[in-house]
């Protein structure tokens, strides 16, 4: 997206080839994919003059399983049930009979364009009948279909001859009902191999565990693993992105930025030959992986990748992370436009002082979530919504959250932790 210095080499990270049918509607779903190296140009426009838009995560890395999710099988996992309803991913997507789909613990995506735009167009797979077949379940009773009726405590279908009824069909009901999981192909029974009281339907099997928790006491099963374990599939995980990061003199390209724009003049308390330009990998608001720079002081430089090298480990979202000239040089433009920065010539608001940019021992993270706050006036103005510290949009920075601690851990001090004024995006070596 963005150019880079050419005195400089760009950072290239391993590109997930994932994809597949998803990457032909991407470029109109996102602006990158996982493993872009976006660097920004010192000196390049970007003016903002309105508060930065949403940023619609698609892509996520799941380190527990080694694959990625992404596009609408994401927003799919994300909207109608997640971890507790799906699992983890067991794969990434892969083309089976001309259909993409994706292996979870619980389910199976089925991508058929067109056929649902409201659900992206995603359908489950019919694990419930494929694991009810395969294990010889259709012909035993509580596969046969009943005569009923529907009362207060039972729902009757007669689509499929069975009633759901207590705990199961308020699970059932609560967490996606027909779309999720189909009509009950069973009734509820004891499975003499486990002992648990079940039920097949036509997506999934309800399992009772009465020693777990009130919210886990039903659990979908594992029809997805047991269906990869019974047909012999064999996914190779993906290894996860790999944190890079260079440092950097200023190449004169970035020395005339600096100087056209400002950041750097005479009188400045740090000479240019001091300063740092750090390219760094981190995750973006949308969940995939790119390169961006900060401007340091090169006593702080090597430090300050230690911090974002366990930021990047735990994935904590960063929307972007330019050099401030790419605005201008003005704090404003840049905290409006939501950028990551570090070095910038300029004053403490309300005094003749340096701020602590102005030595490159600074770092203002996700600004726009995290604004300044100085005798009742919220900066930027137009992030006064994020005066709410509860709030949990992606970007916020929390006390002891995984921003914080990173940069504890290399000896710096949160502005969150202030008491005469709170500046929750300000990160420094001197608490300053």
């Not at 750097?264 to 760094?280: K, N």
């Not at 916020?396 to 000896?411: E, L, Q, T, W, Y």
């Amino acid at each position: 997206m963005f150019g880079h210095s050419p005195a400089r080499r760009v950072m290239t990270l391993v590109v997930v080839t994932f994809m597949l049918a998803w990457s032909s509607v991407a470029a109109a779903q996102a602006s990158s994919v996982p493993g872009n190296a976006d660097v920004g140009v010192s000196g390049s426009s970007s003016i903002q003059t309105d508060p930065p838009a949403p940023v619609t995560q698609e892509y996520r890395y799941f380190p527990q399983t080694g694959h990625w999710v992404s596009h609408g099988f994401l927003h799919y996992w994300t909207q109608f049930g997640g971890l507790a309803v799906f699992g983890y991913p067991l794969s990434d997507e892969v083309t089976e009979n001309g259909v993409t789909v994706q292996y979870f613990e619980r389910a199976r995506f089925e991508w058929h364009p067109g056929a649902w735009p409201s659900h992206y167009d995603v359908l489950l797979g019919l694990l419930g009948v494929d694991q009810a077949q395969r294990e010889s379940l259709q012909t035993t009773a509580p596969f046969q279909r009943v005569s009923a009726q529907s009362d207060a405590n039972c729902t009757y279908y007669a689509a499929t001859g069975h009633r759901l009824c207590f705990g199961f069909r308020a699970y059932w009901e609560s967490h996606g009902g027909l779309t999720i999981f189909g009509y009950p192909i069973s009734e509820e029974y004891r499975d003499p191999a486990t002992g648990l009281t079940v039920q097949y339907f036509e997506r999934q099997r309800f399992e009772y565990h009465p020693q777990n928790s009130p919210d886990w006491q039903v659990e979908g099963g594992l029809l997805g693993a047991q269906y990869i374990a019974a047909t012999g599939k064999h996914f190779a995980s993906v290894p996860a992105p790999v944190f890079a990061s260079s440092i950097n003199t200023v190449s004169a390209a970035e020395r005339s930025a600096m100087l056209s724009t400002g950041s750097w003049r005479e009188g400045c308390p740090v000479a240019i030959s001091d300063l740092r330009v750090l390219d760094l990998s981190y995750w973006g608001f949308d969940g995939g992986v790119h390169t961006g720079q900060l401007m340091v002081n090169a006593d702080v430089a090597q430090p300050v990748v230690q911090a974002f090298k366990q930021i990047f480990a735990a994935q904590y979202p960063i929307r972007r992370m330019e050099l401030v000239e790419n605005f201008g040089a003005d704090d404003e433009q840049s905290m409006l436009a939501d950028n990551t920065s570090g070095y910038n010539c300029r004053g403490v608001p309300g005094s003749t002082a340096f701020s602590q940019h102005a030595y490159g021992r600074a770092i203002d993270l996700n600004p726009f979530e995290n604004p300044e706050i100085r005798n009742g006036a919220v900066d930027p103005p137009e992030a006064s919504r994020y005066t709410d510290r509860s709030l949990t949009d992606v970007g916020v920075i929390h006390p002891n959250d995984a921003a914080v601690r990173a940069f504890a851990s290399i000896g710096w001090y949160w502005g969150g932790d202030w008491t005469a004024l709170k500046d929750y995006q300000h990160f420094s070596l001197t608490g300053d």
